[in-house]
Nanobody
């Protein structure tokens, strides 16, 4: 499985960006995917996750109500719609996948995801 993230860029505070993550491998109903981010000088942190079977989602408190994660099983892609962006959202965003996410336990933990994309930069100016 290879993941390719895209869609990052520069936005003004209050603006929007949409990130996409394409999977080269075959996905299945047991797929689970997530977005993490790492700001300069900080540890990587969980942003959002979605379990493809049933579509259950989880969000970090800092993005709840502003970001929306979704998936398109037919296209093997996952997206992150980011609205009302803030300068503190500036980071490198990584998509990650767990091919066998049968439940929502530990959805926010990096070790849960065995496959990672290369990261895409998001910069929000004030």
């Amino acid at each position: 499985v290879q993941l390719q993230a895209s869609g990052g860029g520069l936005a003004q505070a209050g603006g929007s960006l949409r990130l996409s993550c394409a999977s080269s491998g075959r996905t299945s109903s047991t797929y689970g995917t997530a977005w993490f981010r790492q700001a300069p000088g900080k540890e990587r942190e969980f942003v959002a996750s979605i379990r493809w079977r049933g579509g259950s989602t989880h969000y970090a408190e800092s993005v709840k109500g502003r970001f929306t994660i979704s998936r398109d099983s037919a296209k093997n892609t996952m997206s992150l719609e980011m609205n009302s962006l803030k300068p503190e959202d500036t980071a490198v965003y990584y998509c990650a996948a767990d091919p066998l996410m049968l439940d929502d336990s530990d959805y926010e933990m990096e070790w849960r995801y065995g496959y990672w994309g290369q990261g895409t930069q998001v910069t929000v100016s004030s």
